[in-house]
């Protein structure tokens, strides 16, 4: 059964494939550059692939999907029968992804919201699952027991038809808000064991003034405003994951939240967090342990160990 409002995203959510397939969520892929190679992110290369083009110093880049990529999502979900597409993407502080989107919506068949989320991994991936929840809901879905009332779809992206008969942009914008307000009481704190790799990939923002003290601190990082910024510098590699720890539960408090702890190439750290976290978080619905995949990988380096709080 089609949805008249169709959902895309990018390969940097992280979405579990279970999920994606559950809700019909097109990804599309940015790419990771090893040396001369171009591989799409997912697809192509692994998070393994990463860390060890990285440990052999291996020059590793990242670009963003085309413009025609994009489009050719757009076009594929009108001809499944869609009306209207919300495309929900990584930080467009972090990635030019956001404005290759909004390039090919402006030449789609049909409507599309592209939504910077402003955030990146799990963070950007809850804020995904909200759109599909809005969709099926009643937003932009065709949930069994008619939205679409008895007149069924008049033909065309501009039609009027479920919803009490409301245009499928306006049920768009209706979702592109349930994104928006989802993304801003998202938090994403993470370690990594160096600035090196953010460095490289220019992705360091305001904590570059972190450097010059790089080799006697561990940084504690977060994303604010959409970027990449220092929020404490601790002495070692297991205060810091112990200030993680305490930064996240303070976060979550009591609500009822979702929580992501995220990694690469650092399962061993990320498992005993996330137990822990399990043990300490009084509303917790859902936590998981995911490893970033090659784009995020590659402008982090390995060992990085992060945690998504999304309150419910």
């Not at 979405?15 to 097109?26: F, K, N, Q, S, T």
């Not at 697809?43 to 110093?57: F, G, T, W």
């Not at 043990?279 to 859902?286: F, I, K, S, Y």
Request: net charge negative; glycine share 12%; aromatic share 2%.
């Amino acid at each position: 059964m089609s949805r008249r409002i169709a959902l895309v995203t990018d390969s940097t959510a992280y979405l579990p494939e279970e999920a994606v397939d559950r809700h019909g969520i097109a990804v599309v892929p940015l790419s990771v550059v090893v040396g001369d190679e171009v591989l799409a992110d997912g697809v192509e290369i692994s998070p393994k692939d990463v860390a060890e083009a990285l440990r052999a110093r291996q020059r590793v880049t990242t670009s963003r999907p085309s413009p025609e990529t994009f489009a050719a999502a757009y076009r594929a979900a009108a001809e499944a029968g869609a009306e209207a597409v919300v495309s929900v993407h990584i930080s467009a502080e972090l990635s030019g992804t956001v404005e290759a989107a909004r390039l090919a919506a402006a030449e789609a068949p049909l409507p599309v919201e592209v939504v910077d989320s402003r955030l990146v991994g799990m963070a950007l991936g809850h804020c995904v699952l909200a759109a599909a929840e809005a969709i099926g809901s009643g937003a932009g879905g065709r949930p069994q027991g008619g939205l679409d009332g008895a007149g069924g779809r008049d033909g065309g992206a501009g039609g009027r038809d479920g919803a009490g008969g409301r245009d499928a942009a306006e049920l768009a914008a209706d979702v592109a808000a349930a994104v928006a307000d989802r993304a801003e009481r998202i938090s994403g704190f993470f370690y990594v064991d160096t600035l090196e790799y953010l460095r490289r990939g220019g992705r360091i923002g305001a904590a570059q003034a972190l450097l010059g003290s790089a080799l006697s601190v561990k940084p504690l990082l977060h994303l604010a405003g959409g970027r990449i910024e220092p929020l404490e510098k601790v002495r070692t590699a297991s205060k810091a994951i112990a200030r993680l720890e305490e930064i996240a539960v303070e976060r979550a408090g009591a609500d009822e939240v979702d929580i992501t702890v995220h990694h690469l190439a650092a399962a061993d750290r990320a498992e005993p967090l996330a137990e822990r976290l399990r043990a300490r978080v009084p509303g917790l619905r859902e936590l998981t342990v995911l490893e970033v995949g090659a784009v995020i990988g590659a402008h982090v380096g390995p060992g990085l160990l992060a945690v998504v709080v999304a309150p419910r």
